[in-house]
Nanobody, 121 residues
Framework: QVQLVESGGGLVQPGGSLRLSCAAS????????MGWYRQAPGKQRELVAN???????NYADSVKGRFTISRDNAKNTMYLQMNSLKPEDTAVYYC???????????????WGQGTLVTVSS
């Protein structure tokens, strides 16, 4: 019923920048909180940043000051601007969203397919 499609991942050099997008589509009545998670090889998935429907944001300490999360509610799209990238940022990045679905109005937690970000020389 609802899909999250990510784009923008790839290979960048240390110190570079990358912008990830997450577009939600389908039978959406409303979207509440959205967030970005990441999982590096051999590590547990962790929260990178999230954003509430009203725009309030929070960030993991490891990315605060370097990453910026935002959303365009009219387009059902979320973004993650990543600056000053470090090798330790290398991971698969996942989009997550809490969605209310038409017309049953049930709540779903939806995950994107993941997009790989590699920071390396």
């Amino acid at each position: 019923q609802v899909q999250l499609v990510e784009s923008g991942g790839g290979l960048v050099q240390p110190g570079g920048s990358l912008r990830l997008s997450c577009a939600a589509s389908g039978s959406i009545f409303s979207i509440n909180a959205m967030g970005w998670y990441r999982q590096a090889p051999g590590k547990q998935r962790e929260l990178v940043a999230n954003i509430a429907g009203g725009g309030v944001t929070n960030y993991a300490d490891s990315v605060k000051g370097r990453f910026t999360i935002s959303r365009d509610n009219a387009k059902n799209t979320m973004y993650l601007q990543m600056n000053s990238l470090k090798p330790e940022d290398t991971a698969v990045y996942y989009c997550n969203s809490a969605v209310v679905v038409r017309y049953t109005y049930n709540h779903l937690e939806v995950w994107g397919q993941g997009t790989l970000v590699t920071v390396s020389s």
